[in-house]
């Protein structure tokens, strides 16, 4: 038996992987494949269309934010029980961390993970605009980087079928990856977007949707070429995330609702790995915290498009502004750090009242406040990074916060942005965990000690 691994590249941003890649994932699984999906960067939004296709969660891969032997370890994990891997690239093939010249780095492209995979890469082009020219573009992309597997081109956007024969005369005359064939426009599978990118696959893919997008790439393009162009030995097992020591017992809440949704799905199952019982619950529209936590993880989302429910909802603001009151751990990020502090401003300058934890306010900008990867260092004694080391990350946000006074501790170096009050620790920076496999250890730790005060707690309660 064999798996395939597929690339869905693009020649940039904005010429339809999303639309391609999911709907080769949904079209392959209704053949009865079990397809897994993975994107390669750090977005958290494309995983969801892939979930929605595939019925399995989607991987981040990143070949800046992780090793090449930890991206290979959480592919392989993955794919031990799949027919079919399916990943969908970032911006550009060749557009990655920096701008490298011909002899650069590739870190954080898709052409890198395509190479560490040894994946065919099917690379969509935009062709609205253009006929013998895409022969030309195909050309460049396929002996650009010689070590890469360019095997396929799609032409998305295609005006009819003699702007494809034009298309795929070029293509054919000059250049040596193979056609799959062709998507001609059609606006009712465009997906939406906002300032955080698309909506989210529940938002905007029905069932009906994504039944007529699998319809749709199996009636356009050939997929059993495909599959034969991408076939590999199926990857070996591997065993779980290894930890440094024995797993821990400890309940950590997790925040998942329409407000915070931003979440790498490696670092939840890293914590799961270090002992953790994760529980779901809603601040938007849970009352009370799930009993007897020991930790709480407020990721990122969308807390500014929900700021009046979030601020209506006082019995959890209150709560969990109590359970940080305890010495409690609490993890926010984004997102969830925006709603920890006093009060989010939004774009129309109404301010909200939050959580409270932090004494300062964040106000929604109009225009991109900060985009890129980052890497923090930890200038505490203690904390759950060990002193002077690194984790990786990556910030994408619309909002800034106002200063924050001096007496708050700062948990990294510049120019990150994190702070610590009592046992919360809050930053724009969305960390990936396993670019330092001690940071979720550390904060596992301090859940077990604050598991070991509920413990006391319950015993000297029931004597």
């Not at 003699?162 to 465009?190: N, Q, T, V």
């Not at 779980?240 to 931003?262: N, Q, S, W, Y």
């Given at each position: 038996?064999?798996?395939?691994?597929?690339?869905?590249?693009?020649?940039h941003?904005?010429?339809?992987?999303?639309t391609v890649a999911?709907?080769?994932?949904a079209?392959?699984?209704?053949r009865?494949l079990?397809?897994?999906?993975?994107?390669?960067?750090p977005?958290?939004?494309?995983?969801?269309f892939?979930?929605?296709?595939?019925?399995?969660?989607?991987?981040?891969?990143?070949?800046?934010?992780l090793?090449r032997?930890?991206?290979?370890?959480?592919?392989a994990?993955?794919?031990?029980?799949?027919d079919?891997a399916?990943?969908e690239g970032v911006m550009?093939l060749?557009d990655?961390?920096g701008?490298?010249?011909l002899?650069g780095?590739?870190?954080?492209t898709?052409a890198?993970?395509a190479?560490?995979l040894?994946?065919?890469?099917v690379?969509?082009l935009d062709?609205?605009?253009m006929?013998g020219?895409?022969?030309?573009?195909?050309h460049g992309?396929d002996?650009?980087?010689p070590k890469?597997?360019?095997s396929?081109?799609?032409?998305?956007?295609v005006?009819?079928d003699?702007?494809?024969?034009y298309?795929?005369d070029?293509?054919?005359?000059?250049c040596?990856p193979?056609?799959?064939?062709y998507?001609?426009?059609?606006p009712?599978?465009?997906?939406?977007?906002?300032?955080l990118?698309?909506?989210?696959a529940?938002?905007?893919?029905?069932?009906?949707?994504l039944?007529?997008?699998?319809?749709?790439?199996e009636?356009?393009?050939?997929l059993?070429?495909?599959?034969e162009l991408?076939?590999?030995?199926k990857?070996?097992?591997?065993p779980?995330?290894?930890?440094a020591?024995k797993?821990?017992?400890?309940?950590?809440g997790i925040?998942?609702d329409?407000?915070?949704?931003?979440?790498?799905?490696?670092?939840?199952e890293?914590l799961r790995?270090?002992?953790?019982e994760?529980?779901?619950f809603?601040?938007?529209?849970?009352r009370m915290l799930p009993?007897?936590?020991?930790?709480?993880?407020?990721g990122?989302?969308y807390p500014?498009l929900?700021a009046?429910a979030?601020?209506?909802n006082?019995?959890?603001?209150v709560?969990?502004?109590?359970f940080?009151a305890k010495?409690a751990p609490v993890?926010?990020?984004c997102g969830?750090f925006?709603?920890?502090t006093?009060?989010i401003?939004d774009?129309?300058g109404r301010s909200w009242?939050?959580?409270?934890?932090?004494?300062?306010?964040?106000?929604?900008q109009?225009r991109?406040a900060?985009l890129?990867?980052?890497?923090?260092?930890?200038c505490?004694?203690?904390?759950w990074?060990p002193a002077?080391?690194c984790?990786?990350?990556?910030?994408?946000?619309y909002?800034?916060?106002d200063?924050?006074?001096?007496?708050?501790?700062?948990?990294?170096?510049?120019?990150?942005e994190?702070y610590?009050?009592?046992?919360v620790?809050g930053?724009?920076?969305?960390l990936?965990?396993?670019s330092?496999?001690?940071?979720?250890?550390?904060f596992?730790?301090?859940?077990?000690?604050?598991?070991?005060?509920n413990?006391n707690d319950?015993?000297?309660?029931?004597?």
């Amino acid at each position: 038996m064999s798996a395939s691994r597929i690339v869905v590249a693009g020649t940039h941003s904005g010429v339809g992987k999303t639309t391609v890649a999911t709907g080769i994932m949904a079209a392959l699984h209704r053949r009865g494949l079990r397809v897994q999906g993975f994107k390669v960067g750090p977005d958290f939004i494309d995983p969801t269309f892939h979930r929605a296709a595939t019925g399995r969660p989607s991987h981040n891969l990143d070949g800046w934010m992780l090793s090449r032997e930890t991206n290979l370890d959480v592919f392989a994990r993955a794919i031990d029980d799949a027919d079919v891997a399916v990943i969908e690239g970032v911006m550009g093939l060749f557009d990655g961390k920096g701008s490298p010249s011909l002899a650069g780095s590739l870190s954080g492209t898709t052409a890198e993970m395509a190479i560490w995979l040894d994946a065919a890469v099917v690379l969509v082009l935009d062709a609205s605009a253009m006929a013998g020219s895409a022969a030309a573009i195909v050309h460049g992309f396929d002996t650009l980087v010689p070590k890469l597997r360019l095997s396929a081109v799609v032409c998305n956007k295609v005006a009819s079928d003699k702007h494809y024969g034009y298309l795929r005369d070029a293509i054919a005359a000059h250049c040596r990856p193979a056609l799959l064939g062709y998507l001609p426009r059609d606006p009712s599978f465009s997906i939406p977007e906002r300032h955080l990118g698309l909506h989210l696959a529940n938002e905007t893919l029905t069932e009906d949707r994504l039944g007529r997008l699998a319809e749709w790439i199996e009636s356009r393009l050939d997929l059993d070429r495909l599959l034969e162009l991408s076939a590999r030995p199926k990857t070996s097992a591997t065993p779980p995330i290894a930890t440094a020591r024995k797993p821990e017992r400890v309940r950590i809440g997790i925040a998942r609702d329409a407000a915070f949704c931003f979440y790498y799905h490696d670092n939840l199952e890293l914590l799961r790995a270090l002992g953790a019982e994760l529980i779901d619950f809603s601040p938007v529209a849970d009352r009370m915290l799930p009993p007897d936590l020991d930790g709480i993880y407020l990721g990122g989302g969308y807390p500014e498009l929900h700021a009046e429910a979030l601020s209506a909802n006082e019995p959890m603001r209150v709560a969990i502004a109590e359970f940080a009151a305890k010495d409690a751990p609490v993890y926010a990020e984004c997102g969830g750090f925006m709603y920890l502090t006093q009060a989010i401003v939004d774009a129309s300058g109404r301010s909200w009242p939050m959580a409270g934890i932090f004494p300062t306010s964040a106000r929604m900008q109009k225009r991109l406040a900060k985009l890129g990867y980052i890497e923090v260092e930890n200038c505490e004694a203690e904390g759950w990074l060990p002193a002077g080391e690194c984790a990786r990350g990556h910030e994408f946000r619309y909002s800034v916060i106002d200063p924050m006074p001096e007496t708050i501790r700062r948990v990294y170096k510049d120019p990150a942005e994190g702070y610590r009050v009592r046992s919360v620790l809050g930053s724009y920076v969305h960390l990936h965990f396993l670019s330092c496999q001690n940071f979720a250890e550390g904060f596992v730790r301090d859940c077990a000690r604050r598991s070991v005060g509920n413990t006391n707690d319950r015993v000297g309660n029931a004597q």
